[in-house]
């Protein structure tokens, strides 16, 4: 089973459609969780940690359930520019260990 | 906020040739630093976690003696391909456990665009 899965995607909405992205973690020692975004061709980049009580960045609601050790991603009122590939990472127990990328959903807002 | 420098941004080499690539870390100590490679349409694989002073700890499946980290000082890390061939062609970029500039999870360098010929 692998570290990260995530949806294959890709999602194709239009803007100001609400899109939600999910993901499963299998080592239950994990203590990060994020959200990345990547353009192609970049380095990824933070979008927002994730907390186990939910955490909301503008548009961008972040929610974690240990238990079942699933996270999720939801964005509202999509605009062009979210157009990207979302990463769900986590990382391998304590403080300070690598983190490990899911494969990565891509989005594709259109007018 | 952390800070790591990586260079080169892109190179081309000769299928057989060495590449080295450089992390830097410009203000702050990186005792560990990780290695990723990204094949496209693909995700970011862990390579290795390099730790500064000792060998580098590599995932299942990566050739240490293909891969060679040195991570000698507490700003520098290091990735040589040796013997590169064409399959080698990826993104390499490294990453430290520190916060970026916006305060928050891990620093990335921008990462090496390798090109095997």
């Known amino acids: 089973r692998k570290e990260v899965e995530q949806d294959p995607g890709p999602f194709n909405v239009p803007e100001g459609a609400t899109v939600a992205f999910n993901c499963t973690y299998s080592?239950?020692?994990?203590?990060?969780f994020f959200w990345y975004r990547q353009d192609c061709r970049k380095e990824p980049k933070l979008l927002m940690s994730?907390?186990?009580s939910g955490n909301e960045d503008g548009r961008f609601t972040a929610q974690l359930n240990r238990a079942s050790q699933y996270i999720s991603l939801l964005i509202r009122d999509s605009k062009l520019s979210d157009s990207a590939t979302y990463l769900c990472?986590?990382?391998?127990?304590?403080?300070?260990?690598?983190?490990?990328f899911g494969k990565g959903t891509t989005l594709s807002v259109s007018s | 906020g952390a800070v790591v420098s990586q260079h080169p941004s892109w190179v081309i080499c000769k299928s057989g040739t060495s590449v080295k690539i450089e992390c830097r870390s410009l203000d702050f100590q990186a005792t560990t630093m990780f290695w990723y490679r990204q094949f496209p349409k693909q995700s970011l694989m862990l390579m290795a976690t390099?730790?500064?002073?000792?060998?580098?700890?590599?995932e299942q499946g990566v050739e240490k003696d293909k891969f060679l980290i040195n991570h000698a000082s507490l700003t520098l890390s290091t990735l040589t391909v040796t013997s590169a061939h064409p399959e080698d062609s990826s993104f390499y970029i490294c990453s430290a456990d520190r916060p970026n500039l916006q305060g928050y999870g891990y620093t990335f360098g921008s990462g090496t665009r390798l090109t095997v010929v």
């Open positions: 990472v986590v990382n391998r127990g304590q403080a300070g260990t690598a983190l490990i």
């Open positions: 080592n239950s020692a994990s203590q990060s």
């Open positions: 994730v907390y186990s």
């Open positions: 390099s730790n500064e002073g000792s060998k580098a700890t590599y």
